[in-house]
């Protein structure tokens, strides 16, 4: 990651508070997925997609084999989102569980 001064960073923090609201804006998955595709390069996209289907397929009580199998993801990647899953912000476990609750 880039080395910031104290200015840099108090606007980053800005950007990044306007970037969180400019999600809250989009109303359906296709717009979403318009700003995603301007927004990260297409490896970024591949990435972030690998670690949703990977978080996905946890919840599932999937092998950490069995996913990597599925998903071409290495078991390195596979830990990492489980970690985060058990220890990070909680962001994988909400939206996991607001995306079934929309199933039902």
Same mark, same amino acid.
Request: with cysteine; hydrophobic share 35%.
């Given at each position: 990651?880039?080395?910031?001064?104290?200015?840099?960073? *108090?606007?980053?923090? %800005?950007?990044? &508070?306007?970037?969180?609201?400019?999600?809250?804006?989009?109303?359906?998955? #296709?717009? !979403?997925?318009?700003?995603?595709?301007?927004?990260?390069?297409?490896?970024?996209?591949?990435?972030?997609?690998?670690?949703?289907?990977?978080?996905?397929?946890? *919840?599932?009580?999937? %092998?950490?084999? &069995?996913?990597?199998?599925?998903?071409?993801?290495?078991?390195?990647?596979? #830990?990492? !989102?489980?970690?985060?899953?058990?220890?990070?912000?909680?962001?994988?476990?909400?939206?996991?569980?607001?995306?079934?609750?929309?199933?039902?």
């Amino acid at each position: 990651m880039k080395q910031h001064n104290e200015q840099q960073k *108090k606007a980053l923090k %800005s950007a990044a &508070e306007s970037l969180y609201k400019a999600f809250l804006t989009l109303e359906k998955p #296709g717009e !979403v997925r318009q700003f995603l595709l301007d927004l990260c390069t297409p490896s970024e996209m591949e990435a972030m997609v690998d670690r949703w289907w990977t978080a996905s397929l946890l *919840k599932e009580g999937r %092998s950490y084999r &069995e996913i990597s199998e599925i998903t071409g993801v290495s078991v390195t990647t596979i #830990g990492r !989102v489980a970690r985060y899953m058990n220890m990070g912000e909680g962001g994988y476990r909400l939206a996991l569980r607001r995306e079934e609750a929309a199933k039902s």
